[in-house]
C-alpha cells in the first residue's frame, strides 16, 4: 500500500513536468477563477463597510429644556433605555458640550469672545439616541413624540441618513448581483476549461490506462496519480492567487484608502483577518472541481 | 483450469457475439482458437478477461465464477492471466525495462522485487542485453518478446495470446510461437487466438474451431481446415 502511494505521488509529478504546458495552463484558468471571486468579495467588503459606517452616524439627539433637573434627565434615560429598539443612550451634560464647543472652536476667537459676553452656558443637556437598527428610528421617533415626553424636549435633531444608506443598499446590491453574474461565468467558463484540460492530460495517458488494466492495476492506483495532480493544481493556483492579490491590494491601497477617506477600510487587513475562511473554501472547492472533472474523465478510460 | 459453460455474449437487438460455448481446458493445456474474423475469438478472449460481461452461462477459473465478477476483483483476475495482443501495447517513452517493471508499479510491488525479476524475466526472453533501449529501437519479434515478459512478470498460470505474430515476418513468427511453447512447457496454459493457418499446423496442439460465435469443433491434434 505505502509503495502504491509513493509511486502514485511520483506518477503524479511526473505527469505534471512532463505535461508543463498543459499544467500551465490549467493553473493560469484556475488563478483567473479565484482572482475573479476574490474581486467580489473585495466589493462586497468595501460596501459593506461603507454602509456600515454610514449607519452609526445615524442618531436622534434630544436637547432639555433648561428647567429640567438631573433626575428628570436620569428617568428619562432609563426610560429610552428600556425600549427594545434602542442600542445606547448617551448623555452629554451641558458642561461637557461647553468643552467641546470651546475646543472645537479654539481657534475661532471671536466666536469664544461671544460666548464670554453670554457669561451664563447657553448649552442645554443632552441625550444621543441610537437605535438597533435604522428601521427601529421610527418608532423612537414616535415614543419622543408623546406629549409626556415633549413637555421635557427643548427641541430634537435626527440626522436621518436613511436616504444615503438605501442608496448605498441598492448600489452594492447592484454590484454584488453584477458581480455574481461575472463570476459565475467566469466559473462556468473555467470549470469547462479545467474539465477539458484534465481530459486532454488524461488522453495523452490513454495507453498507460489501458496498459495499467492489462497489468490487473487496481481502478484506485490509477486514478490516484491523476487525484493528485488535481491537487497540485489546486496547491499551485490558489498560492499563485494569494501572492497576486497582496500584491494588487498593495498597489491599489493608496488609491482605495483615498478613495474610502474616513472610512478607515484596509483590504489587505480584512484578507488577514479572513484569510483562513476566505482561502480554506477558495480551495476545498478548486480542489472538489478538479477531483470530481478527474474522476469523470479518467472514469471513461475504466469502463470495461 | 478454465471451464466455459454455455457461454453467450448477446449484443442487442440481435447480434450473439459468441453462443452456447462449452469448453474445458485443463492446466498445462496449449489450445489455439480459430476461425475467421468475426468468429468470436476475441470475444471470448475478453470474457476471460473481464473486459466484457458474460450475457449468460459460467466461466470458471480454478473454482472460481467470474461470470459476475465484481470490478474490485477485477485486477486480481487480470494478475492471474498474461495477455499480449498484434499490437503490442508497450509504452514507447519507456524503456523495456521499465516497460516491464511498470507492470510490478501498478501493482504495488516493491522496488527491490522489481530490481530482482525483471532481469530475470528478461533473461527468459532473451532480451537482457537490451533492457535499456525503447520499444521503436527493437524489431517487432523483439517487442513481442517485451510483451510476452510483461504478461508474465505476475507468473500468471494462463497465458493468452491474441493474434501475437499478425505483424511479424515468418521467422519472427516462429520465434514467439517457440517461446509460446517453451512457456508452455514451463506448466503455463497457453490459450492462442489466431488465424494464422502455418502457425496452427506446425504447432500439432489442440485447435478449437469457431464459425459465428459458436465452437464447430475441438480437435485434440488439430489442424487449419477452414
Not at chain 1, 490487473?216 to 498560492?239: H, K, L, N, Q, W
Request: proline share 2%; glycine share 4%.
Amino acid at each position: 500500500m505505502n509503495y502504491s502511494i509513493v509511486r502514485a505521488i511520483k506518477f503524479a509529478f511526473q505527469d505534471f513536468w512532463r505535461n508543463i504546458w498543459l499544467s500551465l495552463v490549467t493553473i493560469t484558468v484556475l488563478v483567473l477563477a479565484i482572482l475573479s471571486v476574490n474581486i467580489l468579495v473585495s466589493l462586497s467588503a468595501i460596501s459593506n463597510k461603507i454602509v456600515e459606517s454610514v449607519k452609526d452616524k445615524v442618531d436622534i439627539s434630544i436637547f432639555f429644556k433648561s428647567e429640567i433637573d438631573q433626575a428628570q434627565i436620569d428617568n428619562f434615560q432609563i426610560k429610552l433605555k428600556n425600549i427594545p429598539e434602542v442600542k445606547e443612550v448617551i448623555l452629554i451634560t451641558k458642561e461637557k458640550a461647553l468643552e467641546e464647543f470651546k475646543q472645537k472652536h479654539k481657534d475661532e476667537p471671536k466666536i469664544l469672545e461671544a460666548l464670554k459676553e453670554v457669561e451664563k452656558n447657553p448649552l442645554a443637556d443632552a441625550l444621543v439616541i441610537r437605535a438597533r437598527d435604522t428601521e427601529d428610528y421610527n418608532k423612537i421617533l414616535g415614543v419622543l413624540s408623546l406629549k409626556e415626553n415633549q413637555d421635557l424636549i427643548k427641541f430634537q435633531n435626527f440626522t436621518d441618513h436613511k436616504k444615503i444608506i438605501d442608496q448605498i443598499n441598492l448600489i452594492s446590491s447592484k454590484i454584488e448581483k453584477i458581480s455574481l453574474a461575472i463570476t459565475l461565468i467566469f466559473v462556468l467558463i473555467s470549470i469547462l476549461i479545467v474539465f477539458n484540460a484534465i481530459r486532454v492530460t488524461i488522453y495523452t495517458h490513454k495507453d498507460e490506462i489501458s496498459v495499467m488494466r492489462l497489468v490487473g492495476a487496481s481502478d484506485r492506483f490509477i486514478r490516484a496519480p491523476f487525484i493528485i495532480e488535481s491537487v497540485i493544481y489546486s496547491v499551485f493556483s490558489i498560492g499563485i492567487a494569494i501572492v497576486l492579490l497582496y500584491a494588487i491590494f498593495g498597489a491599489i491601497g493608496p488609491y482605495l484608502a483615498d478613495f474610502l477617506q474616513t472610512y478607515n477600510f484596509d483590504l489587505i487587513e480584512y484578507y488577514n483577518q479572513n484569510f483562513f475562511m476566505i482561502f480554506g473554501a477558495e480551495f476545498a472547492v478548486v480542489l472538489l472541481l478538479n477531483a470530481i472533472s478527474c474522476s469523470i474523465a479518467v472514469r471513461r478510460y475504466l469502463r470495461g | 483450469m478454465i471451464k466455459f459453460r454455455n457461454v453467450t455474449k448477446y449484443y442487442p437487438p440481435d447480434t450473439y457475439a459468441v453462443k452456447g460455448i462449452n469448453l474445458h481446458i485443463r492446466q498445462g493445456d496449449f489450445v489455439s482458437i480459430i476461425g475467421e474474423s468475426g468468429s468470436g475469438k476475441t470475444t471470448l478472449i475478453k470474457l476471460l478477461t473481464a473486459e466484457e460481461k458474460i450475457s449468460d452461462g459460467h466461466i470458471l477459473l480454478g473454482g472460481w465464477d467470474i461470470s459476475n465478477i465484481y470490478n474490485r476483483e477485477i485486477p486480481i483476475l487480470r494478475r492471474q492471466i498474461g495477455v499480449i495482443f498484434q499490437d503490442f501495447k508497450l509504452l514507447k517513452q519507456k524503456t523495456i525495462f521499465e516497460n516491464i517493471a511498470f507492470a510490478l508499479e501498478v501493482c504495488g510491488s516493491p522496488s527491490s522485487k522489481i530490481k530482482t525479476i525483471v532481469p530475470q524475466i528478461l533473461k527468459v526472453v532473451n532480451l537482457y542485453h537490451k533492457a535499456e533501449r525503447y520499444p521503436t529501437q527493437l524489431s517487432g519479434g523483439e517487442q513481442q518478446r517485451v510483451a510476452i515478459a510483461r504478461a508474465l512478470i505476475h507468473r500468471p498460470k494462463i497465458l493468452v495470446a491474441d493474434e501475437p505474430t499478425g505483424n511479424l515476418d515468418f521467422a519472427n513468427t516462429r520465434e514467439i510461437i517457440d517461446l509460446l511453447k517453451k512457456i508452455n512447457e514451463l506448466g503455463t496454459t497457453v490459450l492462442l487466438v489466431t488465424h494464422d493457418r502455418e502457425v496452427v499446423n506446425l504447432l500439432k496442439k489442440r485447435v478449437v474451431l469457431l464459425e459465428r460465435g459458436e465452437m464447430v469443433s475441438d480437435e485434440k491434434v488439430g489442424r487449419y481446415v477452414i
